[in-house]
């Protein structure tokens, strides 16, 4: 199946500084990226939706401004967390999918943040 | 409102038992529906999805179009089935995942 990357797979920063992660379609092209959060134990919760070239869509509560979206390329899309602060430590998720991939959505191993 | 809805957020049977998750979506138009895995410590996969009508692990899920739902079952659980079970539902580009039921399958 496609594979999805994703870095970093941890990062620990300090309270007001701001991450960026990755997430890498490796052997397609991602017309579609997702983001998610999943809390320990909960279940994921969409936080935005990105087409290549375009604006992302975010989910109702999700702050646009804190959380950064970019989906630059076929193969790549960043989500920046600014100015983050504990609160926002938590494991972040992407997923695409393709125009041969039917819907099927592919994801990424996770980046685990943790703010101090 | 919800569109996915996977009302036990915790399921435990015996090994060798049925088991059945259950999913209820909410859309009137033709719905495409996916059951999501999530083995401990590994990112989410694809299980099956209603458009194959396959059965992948034992596990199968028939569409009800008349109940709205799309639950998914195996008739003997084994213990490598215990993980987060995520039923999603497709309407365009958009996706909504469902709030996911742990199964425990108990040796």
């Known amino acids: 199946g496609a594979v999805v990357s994703q870095h970093p797979s941890w990062v620990i920063c300090k309270s007001g500084t701001s991450v960026k992660i990755e997430c890498r379609s490796l052997?397609?092209?991602?017309?579609?990226m997702f983001w998610y959060r999943q809390f320990p134990k909960q279940s994921l919760m969409l936080m935005a939706t990105?087409?290549?070239?375009?604006?992302?869509?975010?989910e109702q509560g999700v702050e646009k401004d804190k959380f950064l979206i970019n989906h630059a390329s076929l193969t790549l899309s960043t989500l920046t967390v600014t100015s983050a602060h504990p609160e926002d430590s938590s494991f972040y998720i992407c997923?695409?999918?393709?125009?041969?991939?039917?819907?099927?959505?592919?994801f990424g191993p996770g980046t685990r943040l943790t703010v101090l | 409102a919800q569109r996915v809805t996977q009302p036990e957020k915790l399921l435990s049977v015996f090994k060798g038992a049925p088991v059945e998750l259950k999913c209820n979506y909410s859309y009137s138009g033709s719905p495409e529906l996916f059951w999501y895995v999530q083995y401990s410590r590994q990112r989410l996969q694809l299980l099956l999805r209603h458009i194959s009508r396959e059965s992948i692990k034992g596990f199968t899920a028939d569409l009800n179009k008349g109940e709205t739902s799309f639950h998914l079952k195996k008739p003997f659980a084994q213990e490598e089935d215990s993980a987060m079970y995520y039923c999603a539902l497709s309407i365009g580009n958009q996706f909504y995942f469902g709030t996911g039921t742990s199964l425990t399958v108990i040796p």
């Open positions: 997923s695409a999918t393709g125009i041969l991939s039917y819907n099927e959505q592919f």
């Open positions: 990105s087409n290549e070239g375009s604006k992302a869509t975010y």
């Open positions: 052997d397609f092209q991602a017309t579609t």
